[in-house]
């Protein structure tokens, strides 16, 4: 609650309206699919958008939505994985930073304990290579021990291992385990990478960079992850903006951290849990090392009363790499409701 307005987040974008709005929605003596429809016009109206434009989101359970924040900074870690193979500016220092000082890495090509044999097999892998990975699909879970673990399905292609250029291509699975560290992200302490034997044959046939694709993924990833964790830290959000950035939410425009500070101290922190489901990403490769880049989140929360929310925007992004940083940056935040800030209804999709 921030001055006299209840204020909800989703993807860095605020949706706020007054007490006295809410205030005509009687949330304990209505039938809640009247109050649903109400408040549901009310923002419509807000925002001069058709009904017909609205379509359904994925409905998490409760716990799931408490818990996306973990599963968003695991994505961050497996997408930042790829980069070392994928160009050769990314740096080990940058590799060994997702990695637990006593890591196994287990392929085809052996196993590898530790920092220094890690290092030691990927300076074998020659500059002239050309890989792309792409994640098919990807889950987060908890193992037996409490763990995080991963499990991603992953389309692999290389140029430089078979003669005249021909491209190698495989399908692999991907299993991890992280550990958890204070106020930072999780570390690997074990990844195991085997052929998938029922993808043989439907590999792809052509190479083409994977690398801006897995480098802006694993930036919103990790902005997504710092907007749900519940431990609300600022500082890490500097190595994601750039020098000069602006952020256009719906009821603010933001140019200067001391701007993001308010924002995030106040707004940001009216929700109790949200998490975001991340569809229809593209992106564009611009001048040298700067992409534009379009996603859209499908965002569920949960205000400190209890009720539960949901909401749809479309993010636009222009962002800036120097691939020796841990994250690309963002310069600027464009954002559009498809779906305005309207209560869940369980059983309704």
Known sequence: MTNGKSSQLYGGDIISFSHQKMSSIDFSARPIRMRFMKLFHLLAATFFLPMSSFADAPILTEEEVKNGFHEHAVLAQFHRWFLLYENNDATLENQLNILAEDVTVKSSLGEATGHKAYAERVAKIPKTW????????????????????LSAEVDYTNVGVLPEGAVRSAALIYKGSLKEGENELPKFTQITISPDESAAGKESIKWSDAYPENRLKSLIHQWLYLIEDPA?????????LADEYVLHFSTTEIKDFAGFEAWFRGPASSVSASTHVISDFSYKKLEKNQYSLSVTFDWQGILPSGHEMTAKTQHEWLVEDDPTERFARIREVKVKVLKPFAPLERGSN
Do not use: C, I, M, W
């Open 130 to 149: 050309k890989n792309a990975h792409r994640v098919k699909t990807a889950s987060v879970s908890r193992d037996s021990d409490g763990k995080l673990a």
């Open 232 to 240: 609300r830290r600022l500082e890490p959000f500097k190595e994601l």
